[in-house]
């Protein structure tokens, strides 16, 4: 079983997180699916949006942190060109129709990150969001340390971003990363019928309204992913996050005393 779904229905292609026992989490071969699948729908005339959803349990508990450890510990800071992760994020950026979120339970890291690059974003009542970057000795990524200031507020971004600390599906409704709270049973449903409404509309007029919504910010957007990935690449085998992954394949609590 493949552990990302795709399927195309009324001009909708629809990606499942399907790692459900591994809560959603992450791998580098995921990644590669979510991109392949991205530049398919891009160039495919059938596919008029796209739809990233979960289970109505678990979005995503975000990056596979045994594949963290593995690029830990090997002996250079992997290139961008050798990262899924970066891939998937330039392609999500960049993508050029509407792109809606469902989201119920955890949406960790790149969980609540890539959602800055969805146009639409619906959340279960159970959803819980949070960029714990920092408590992985970990930093930001997906341009999040550019994208969440200017959406939540300097302040409140780094209270997300320097404490880590879960936020609630009505808070981040309050901070316009969600545009409503429903039901988790319901929420992919409800997702799903946003997303054929977008289809049903003139595809031309919605690229363009997109593409010029974003106009100012996608060149900043894709510079400030390189920049972080630089930091991240860095940040990712510095002995607070090797005590991060280590405490947490462990099932302890870290301790950051000695890094
Ligand atoms: N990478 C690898 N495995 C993960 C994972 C991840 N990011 N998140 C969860 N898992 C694994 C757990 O190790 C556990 O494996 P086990 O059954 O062999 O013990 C299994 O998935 C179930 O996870 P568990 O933590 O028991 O579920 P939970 O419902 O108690 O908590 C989360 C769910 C998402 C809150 C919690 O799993 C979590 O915090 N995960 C890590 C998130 C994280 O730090 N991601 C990186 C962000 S940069």
Redo the contacts with the bound molecule.
């Keep these: 079983m493949t552990d990302i779904l795709v399927h195309t229905e009324a001009g909708v292609m629809t990606l499942t997180f399907n790692r459900v026992?591994?809560?959603n989490?992450i791998t580098g071969a995921m990644y590669d699916a979510l991109s392949d699948a991205l530049e398919s729908a891009a160039g495919d005339t059938d596919v008029r949006t796209v739809l990233i959803q979960g289970d109505p349990t678990?979005f995503s508990?975000?990056?596979?942190?045994?594949?963290?450890m593995k690029a830990a510990a090997a002996p250079a800071a992997p290139s961008e060109a050798d990262s899924p992760a970066i891939r998937f994020l330039r392609t999500i950026a960049a993508f050029p129709k509407p792109v809606v979120a469902s989201v119920c339970g955890?949406a960790?890291?790149?969980?609540t990150t890539l959602l800055f690059h969805c146009d639409l974003v619906y959340a279960g009542d159970n959803a819980?969001f949070s960029m714990?970057?920092v408590?992985?000795g970990?930093v930001p990524e997906a341009a999040s340390s550019l994208l969440a200031p200017q959406m939540f507020g300097y302040h409140r971004a780094a209270e997300a971003l320097l404490l880590g600390e879960p936020f609630m599906a009505e808070a981040a409704l309050e901070v316009g990363l969600v545009n409503r709270v429903v039901p988790p049973t319901e929420c992919n449903g409800i997702a799903q019928t946003q997303a054929r409404k977008l289809a049903a509309k003139p595809l031309s007029a919605l690229m363009e309204t997109k593409r010029l919504m974003k106009l100012s910010q996608q060149a900043v957007v894709q510079e400030r992913i390189g920049v972080e990935s630089v930091s991240f690449g860095n940040a990712m085998r510095s002995p607070a996050a090797k005590e991060a992954f280590t405490a947490?394949?462990e099932?302890r609590k870290p301790d950051f005393s000695k890094v």
């Design positions: 026992e591994r809560k989490s678990i508990a975000g990056n596979d942190i045994g594949d963290f955890p960790v890291g790149i969980g819980a714990p970057f408590n992985l970990l947490f394949m099932k």
